[in-house]
């Protein structure tokens, strides 16, 4: 049996695969097939290795399909309606706030002191859910079993 | 390149892709997770991809690696069997049919090194060119063609004793 250093001294090698590829040069396809044309072996060894390549070639590697890859890549047009979703109704509630906040201020019929203690109570309540969203958010961004299911 | 084009281009890469990852992570799930992420990565910047540049093949197959070795990188040492680097494929009946050769195939291929397996899937599978090879692999144009004939060989030699 001959080791890879002989063959490639005696035959053409690495230009085989080269060959079957279609990556050479015009030269040196000119001298795989001047000497393929004497040598029996390196012929023999060019059809194996474009059987190996064919076999390959309708090998099923991955049987996932496309409709799986569709399937996947719909996730991300999920998550960017879903932002889009949620930004639409973040900027809906604060409009909506911000037109009681204003009628609220602005109410000769309520006196200061209400009015403080009120926006303390709102206030403390919405510092309060802004602390447990960003808790949560944190948490959902940074847990690592979040896609495990029970 | 318009989005939808992109989309368009990017499922029908998706098996080769996860042909690749496969032969990488060793885990058909795991192969899967890392298209998938490379599928959010590069959906949620579209304008990341230059079609000047080159092809959108090698640049996605790239991401795709990348995704492949940050997974490898959070595991822990042992994950990996090399009998798993098979798809398990749809199922019983359809796997016998269809299959006996190609799990010889997958076998065989199970006993190259990571390298060969890729650089087999890229140009055998894919049909990717050599340079287009050498751009995903990040090696040297001039490498490919060697690195490639030994994998064949390799490769050729494990058939001989799996089929």
Same mark, same amino acid.
């Given at each position: 049996m001959i080791d890879d250093k002989q063959f490639v001294d005696k035959h053409v090698g690495e230009l085989l695969s080269g060959f079957v590829d279609g990556e050479l040069t015009q030269q040196q396809r000119q001298l795989v097939m001047l000497h393929c044309d004497e040598c029996s072996e390196c012929r023999e060894h060019l059809d194996k290795l474009r059987e190996l390549r064919k076999r390959i070639q309708t090998a099923s590697l991955s049987e996932a399909g496309e409709d799986k890859w569709r399937e996947t890549m719909n996730d991300p047009m999920v998550e960017l309606t879903r932002g889009i979703g949620w930004l639409l109704f973040i900027a809906g509630m604060l409009a909506v706030l911000g037109v009681i906040l204003a009628v609220f201020i602005f109410d000769?019929?309520?006196s200061v002191g209400m009015k403080l203690i009120m926006v303390a109570v709102y206030g403390g309540l919405a510092t309060l859910l802004y602390s447990v969203l960003r808790q949560r958010l944190i948490e959902r961004k940074t847990d690592k079993y979040k896609d495990v299911e029970i | 390149m318009k989005n939808n084009e992109m989309r368009q281009q990017l499922i029908q890469l998706g098996n080769g892709a996860h042909a690749l990852a496969l032969q990488m992570l060793g885990n058909t799930d795991d192969a899967t997770d890392a298209v998938h992420d490379a599928f959010v990565k590069v959906l949620r910047k579209p304008?990341?991809?230059?079609?000047k540049a080159g092809p959108l093949t090698p640049w996605f197959l790239r991401i795709v690696r990348n995704q492949c070795i940050d997974l490898i990188r959070r595991r822990r040492p042992g +994950?990996?069997?090399?009998?798993?680097?098979?798809d398990p494929g749809p199922g019983p009946e359809a796997s016998l049919q269809a299959s006996q050769r190609d799990q010889g195939l997958r076998r065989a291929l199970a006993s190259l090194s990571a390298e060969q397996r890729q650089i087999i899937v890229l140009r +055998?599978?894919? +049909?990717?060119s050599y340079a287009e090879i050498a751009d995903v692999l990040e090696?040297?144009?001039?490498?490919v063609m060697s690195k490639l004939h030994r994998a064949r060989m390799a490769l050729r030699e494990e058939l001989g004793r799996h089929d």
């Open positions: 000769d019929g309520i | 304008g990341g991809y230059d079609a +994950d990996v069997a090399v009998e798993e680097l098979s +055998d599978y894919m +049909d990717l090696i040297a144009r001039g490498t």
